[in-house]
């Protein structure tokens, strides 16, 4: 059986990027679950929303890096309408989307490439829509 | 010369670990009028309070300096002390070289130079002191209850049986409160109207109690002890001393549209309308804005049939002044509008709050206590619970706090419905169940355990209304699953707020409320059913979310010290009142506008101008409103208003020596 650490100390360089670019209180979350329950797209989800936020908690930037769900997420808002502790988990997930965009180096999109990319089945549409308008010049 | 003796504490090693407190004794003995000084470990025990009392006698001080902790803290004892060493009490000044000064600094030099500094500048003050006596003040023996909930009723018969004169105001028709409404109580499930309505009843019948229902505290003026009330009785349209209680009225009025408060608005009432079977008093009152006659002039059949002659339509607001020593306020709370939480449907008929279930399960209720669905009266078979609606919220929608009483009413809810029907399914949904009061957690887990309540630990996302289901969406955040129940009825535990109206209450009363506009004591430990104003006490929910055990055990408190203040014959005024100097007020009366106690008003005098009598106007200071603020002393321009113990020459001495 492999135990891991609750809360690593080797991402605390990451969460503290995803603070920054959010602008969030993770730690205003008290797991009430309720950006979960009205979400849109938790089927396609393998983590869900509070889940992802308790990961946040605990400094598990890899679980919520690999997960499928920052990818499924619609940015639909309706967490971040409803939460009763005002955070906004959708800017979260944005944060930690683009975070893994410059992590795999994908952060110089030009526009004229965006057409060869979008062929590519694998880059999620999201995806080139964040970084557009994040990092093309 | 003054002889001021100086007193050094150590407070242990509160002070004497940054102070240098022997250094200080020594500087003290070198400053103007010093005529004694010395240190000890803890001045404020007895011992400490003895040598001191000995030194004054000893030496013949006649001014004493404590440099020591707060004033806040010790400055009645050592008043005291002085007092019983024979000089006035107001001859003594704190030096504060604990709080602001060994508290707040590391450095031992540093904290010792501040700490002569702080001496140096109660030494140049007390030089100034003058004797002061203060005034005292007749106590009316009478209170007056604001709100007649449990809250109210207990405080009022508490302080009636003890031989007081107490008048309760209530607003609405009948006393009773929020707690008349309620079908069961927790943690007992004992009936609440059997045990109200006794309550209720005592309150009228008590000789000391005298009711004041359907009427409201206009204004109030005055201070502890003698506090004067407007108080509007609004018209009842009903002989309150004529009428029987028949009912003929009721049951006949022809104007049945309005909802009736009472039953949550499940029910509709009659434009003249007892609001429930045992009010008290058990007198009808005529709604204005329903009534047929009042708005158009026709029907009049109450007037009629009434065998009494007790309508009365020409009938007219009252105001009437009383004077009170005390006052408790017992106004209660309200719960929050739920329309601003769209997605849980607040609209549909199925959807409803849990003081409305309390309605649809009391026999008394709209549906004779049977438990059925209001949109078609049928029994449902799966009912949701979702706790912690707008409570905990931080957003705009909802009050941050955590309402207190829902975790255990939803319980109560849940478990009178498998109680009395075992085969309806019923669903918690909660974030944390909070059940921290006797026998509390054992009654929670009696739902889980006994009646098999399914506790849901997870929030409700959303409600669709499908057919005659109301589909509601949520998740087990422990498993990790989500749901999708196909109910019958929500029940909604709406966040609990304060009255609507706290503000101009506050205002009315000058007390203060937190930023969720419920009342604040005076300290939330040691003062916790005292108001920062005098002789106005808080009880009940108005102070914040409260059941019905700590309501009742805060309104006998309440009860307690208002039966102390009522119980002296005189009260002592605080002597560090303003006072004006006559002949150089200019009668502008700047002051009287700045006064945030309306303790200034003027006069009209006579001077003598070189031999010539003339009328001039002049500010008076009433000084047992006066809080000794000193706001008057800062607007006056000629300075003619000084403040008694704080005058200008004490404070510019203290400045003076601190700048030295
Ligand atoms: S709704 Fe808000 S508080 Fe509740 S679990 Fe989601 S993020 Fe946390
Ligand atoms: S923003 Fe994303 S996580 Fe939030 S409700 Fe919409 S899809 Fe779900
Ligand atoms: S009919 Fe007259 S006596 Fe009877 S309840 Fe109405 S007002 Fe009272
Ligand atoms: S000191 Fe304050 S309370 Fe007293 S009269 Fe002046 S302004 Fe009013």
Known sequence: MTRTKIIPDKYEKDILQI?????????????CGKCTAGCPAITEMDILPHQILRHLQLGQFDKVIQSKTIWSCASCFTCAARCPRGVDLAKLMEAIRLINLRQKGNDRLKVQNIGQLMTDQKMPQQAVVSALRKYSK | MRKIGVFVCWCGSNIAATVDVKQVVEEAKKMPGVAYAADYQYMCSEIGQNMMKEVIDKHNLDRVVVAACSP???????????????????????????????????????????????TRAAVAKV???????????????????????????????????????????????????????????????????????????????????TLHTYSEVEKISGYVGNFNVQIKKKARYVDMDKCTGCRICTEKCPSKKAKSEFEEGLKNRGAVYIPFAQAVPNVPVIDTDECIKLKTGKCGLCEKLCPSNAIKFD????????????????????????????????????????????????AAGPTNGKFLRPSDGEKPKKVVFIQCVGSRDKTERGKSYCSKICCMYTAKHSMLIKEKYPDIEAYVFYIDVRTPGKNFDEFQRRAVEKYGVQYIKGMVGKIFPEGKKLMVHGVDTMSGE??????????????????????????????????????????????PVETASAGIYLAGACQGPKDIPETVAQSSAAAAKVIGLLNKSKLVNNPCVSAVDESLCSGCLACTEMCPYDAISYKNIEIDDHGKKIKKVVADVNEALCHGCGGCTVTCRPGAIDLKGFTNKQILAEVDAICH
């Open chain 2, 127 to 209: 030089t100034l002191n003058s004797e002061l006596v203060p005034g005292e003040i007749d106590v009316v023996k009478k209170a007056l209850i604001i709100g007649g909930g449990i809250a109210g009723i207990q405080s009022a018969l508490d302080i009636a049986d003890a031989g007081y004169k107490v008048d309760i105001v209530e607003k609405t028709p009948s006393i009773g409160g929020k707690m008349a409404q309620l079908d069961k109580t927790f943690p007992t499930l004992d009936c609440s109207a059997c045990i109200l309505t006794p309550k209720m009843v005592d309150a009228a019948k008590h000789p000391n109690i």
């Open chain 2, 315 to 362: 009938d007219k607001d009252e105001i009437i002044t009383e004077e009170y020593g005390a006052i408790v306020v017992a106004s209660g709370y309200d719960i929050i509008d739920l329309n601003k939480f769209g997605e849980y449907q607040y609209d549909h008929p199925d959807v409803i709050t849990s003081l409305e279930f309390e309605r649809i399960t009391n």
């Open chain 1, 19 to 31: 603070k920054k670019i959010s602008n969030e209180m993770i730690n205003d979350c008290m797991q």
């Open chain 2, 482 to 527: 989500t749901l999708v129940i196909d109910a019958d009825m929500v029940v909604l535990a709406a966040a609990t707020k304060a009255k609507s109206d706290a503000i101009d209450l506050k205002r009315k009363l000058n007390i203060s409320t937190d930023i969720n506009n419920f009342f604040t004591e005076a300290h939330p430990k040691l003062r």
């Open chain 2, 72 to 118: 806040r803290m010790h400055e009645n004892t050592f008043r005291r002390a002085a007092e019983e060493a024979g000089i006035n009490p107001y001859l003594v000044e704190i030096a504060n070289i604990r709080e602001q000064c060994s508290w707040v600094h590391k450095d031992k030099e540093a904290g010792t130079e501040k700490a002569i500094a702080l």
